[in-house]
């Protein structure tokens, strides 16, 4: 379980972050909610150890982790995919993948110049993880695959296979079905799904409301940095400030004058 | 399984081809010129390392060939050091000022870096030339001694010398080969496919990276060992920035990022030089044009394009099998499921 208190983050005068606590339980999707600019992004960031907070605690399984290097934090067990992944277009999907376990292996540069058996065990050791991980997100069939011939969609499976070949024990997916369709939505909302269900802690940010309100366990909504709501989807979908942040004062004042009829 | 054997058929053949080469040419002059290619294959190969895997353009590379050559010239020539003990320290120094340099300078990222290693490159080259006490300034260091041989094999003539080069060569390329596809050098590359990424997967960036740039600037230590035995006379100029930039040019030419890629682009662009020697200084006219051209045209260079087609048509051919064996098991599951109704 991942626990965040009093977290805040100021860019000189600007507070992208404000005092925000709350919870990551292990087997379930929280999902992370806002307008543009609410500082989602800027939040996992900070959980993640990509940006020191400024003020506020982050404790990973009872163990104080705030403003650890993100490379510690991945060796801790936390994985992240980002908006965008950068993947080598030129090579396969899978050899793509094998980096992803290297943080769980010890030989060293000179085992590889000397391909000792430390080094080929290694070798052995991430590319079978990474056919595990390809398994897990549906894609044994693009192994062999350069990555510049598959779909959109199953690049965004690769940033999943990649975050989970780091064998994490919490997952912070950014916008994990940006710019696909929505029967590619649904597919990856059933994965995600999949990753909880084995036992994954799951962070979320996705703008997809239809997506997050069928998926998520809990939802957390910020707006200006600051946390308004928190709760379950049907919860969170009927505070009034969290319709306010969304779409305008006005609406829902008028939403709050039919709700009154 | 089929590229496999293509790579390691390439090989022998360019092993083959570099020995008796210069049987084939007509006199000593393309084995000098051709070792002479082989020798900056070698800095560039380190080069590559750094910028083709790692992402980062370091422009002191020459610098770092220099500190190389200048330790075998000062230390054969003032202090009568045997060869072969200067050519380890040669790269041994290199590595050592490469670290210093690289935990100061790999804290600046994309650009930034570059900039901060030209000015680098600008002040080795400037120690060289003014600190006459240690390296002879601009008179240069001159009766370098040649490598000396080991047991029975001497290396007083071209053709000994160019058997020599060739070796580091081939040494250089299996030891890198193993670097680039080792999870170190896969560690490498998601440094320059993103660093929050690889950061995200545990990859320690500082500690990679400077591991990435001292490797790098050794080989470029080598190479200057190299050069300061194959050519015996050592200059200011070797450290120039200029150099540099040649080896970038080597590097794209022949594919950032590939193995191989680095030494056809040396070899290429050095006989190319030497032919168009004619047109002096003009030949610049002829080769910023069809630099321009290969980077428009051909950004992966030569190796890199061959290599990405490769690639692709594995794959297709690894997934049409994966299909066919698929399909092949579906069908006999659907002849034996009637068998079970």
Same mark, same amino acid.
């Given at each position: ?90 090579? /396969? ?29 290694? *070798? ?28 959109? %969609? ?108 | ?31 000098? =010129? ?13 080069? *590559? ?22 330790? =075998?010239? @000062? ?20 590595? +050592? ?5 690289? @935990? ?27 600190? $006459? ?7 240069? @260091? ?34 890198? $080969? ?14 320059? *496919? ?5 950061? +995200? ?35 200011? /100029? ?77 794959? %297709?051919?690894?997934? +049409? ?21």
């Amino acid at each position: 379980m991942l626990e965040v208190s009093g977290l805040t983050k100021r860019f000189g005068g600007l507070a992208a972050v404000k005092d925000v606590s709350t919870s990551f339980e292990r087997g379930r999707i929280t999902a992370v909610i806002g307008p543009n600019g609410a500082g989602k992004t800027t939040f996992f960031n900070l959980v993640a150890g990509a940006y020191r907070p400024t003020e506020g605690i982050v404790r990973l399984d009872g163990e104080d982790v705030t403003g650890m290097r993100p490379d510690r934090m991945a060796m801790l067990g936390l994985a992240r995919s980002f908006q965008t992944t950068t993947l080598f277009e030129d090579e /396969s999907v899978l050899d793509n993948l094998i980096v992803g376990h290297r943080l769980r292996t010890r030989s060293t540069l000179l085992d590889a110049i000397l391909n000792t058996a430390r080094a080929r065990a290694d *070798n052995r050791e991430c590319r079978r993880k990474a056919e595990e991980a390809l398994s897990f997100v549906g894609l044994d069939h693009a192994a062999d695959r350069v990555v510049a011939d598959i779909s959109q %969609e199953e690049k965004k499976r690769v940033a999943f296979a990649l975050a989970l070949a780091t064998e994490p024990r919490i997952v912070l997916l950014d916008e994990p079905a940006g710019g696909v369709n929505p029967e590619e939505t649904a597919g990856l909302a059933r994965l995600i799904r999949k990753m909880a269900e084995s036992g994954l802690t799951v962070g979320l940010i996705e703008h997809k409301m239809g997506m997050v309100m069928g998926l998520a366990d809990k939802v957390v909504v910020l707006d200006h940095g600051e946390k308004i709501a928190e709760g379950t989807p049907g919860e969170v979908s009927r505070d009034p400030k969290v319709i306010e942040a969304y779409l305008g004062a006005d609406f829902a004042l008028a939403g709050a004058g039919h709700a009154a009829m | 399984m089929s590229g496999l054997l293509s790579r390691r058929t390439l090989a022998v053949a360019a092993i083959l081809a570099g020995l008796v080469y210069p049987f084939v040419v007509p006199n000593d002059y393309f084995v000098y =010129v051709m070792a002479l290619a082989y020798i900056y294959a070698i800095a560039a190969l380190g080069l *590559n390392l750094m910028l083709g895997y790692t992402g980062h353009l370091n422009l002191a590379h020459a610098a770092f060939m220099a500190i190389g050559a200048y330790t =075998v010239g @000062i230390l054969t020539v003032d202090y009568g050091v045997p060869y072969w003990i200067a050519f380890l320290l040669a790269g041994v120094n290199a590595a +050592a000022l490469g670290f210093v340099a690289g @935990i100061i300078s790999l804290r600046l990222k994309h650009h930034y870096f570059s900039i901060f290693t030209l000015c680098i490159g600008i002040i080795v080259w400037l120690v060289i030339e003014k600190w $006459d006490g240690l390296t002879h300034g601009v008179v240069g @260091i001159m009766g370098i001694p040649a490598p000396t041989g080991i047991g029975p094999i001497r290396f007083d003539t071209t053709l000994a010398q160019y058997y020599l080069i060739l070796a580091m060569l081939a040494l250089a390329l299996v030891v890198m $080969d193993r670097i680039v596809h080792s999870l170190t050098g896969r560690a490498f590359m998601a440094i320059r *496919n993103g660093e929050p990424l690889a950061e +995200a997967l545990g990859v320690p960036l500082m500690r990679t990276k400077v591991l990435s740039f001292v490797i790098s600037v050794a080989y470029a230590g080598f190479a200057g060992a190299l050069y300061a035995g194959f050519v015996r006379f050592l200059g200011p /100029s070797i450290a120039a920035e200029t150099n540099a930039f040649d080896m970038i040019a080597f590097i794209l030419v022949g594919g950032l990022g590939t193995l191989s890629g680095p030494v056809i682009g040396a070899i290429m662009l050095t006989w190319a030089t030497q032919s168009l020697q004619f047109l002096q200084d003009y030949r610049l006219l002829v080769f910023g044009p069809l630099l321009i051209l290969l980077v428009m045209f051909m950004p992966k260079g030569i190796i890199g394009t061959l290599k990405a087609r490769q690639a692709r048509e594995a794959g %297709e051919r690894a997934s +049409a099998a994966r299909r066919e064996q698929a399909e092949a098991d579906a069908s006999a599951d659907g002849r034996k499921a009637p068998a079970h109704a």
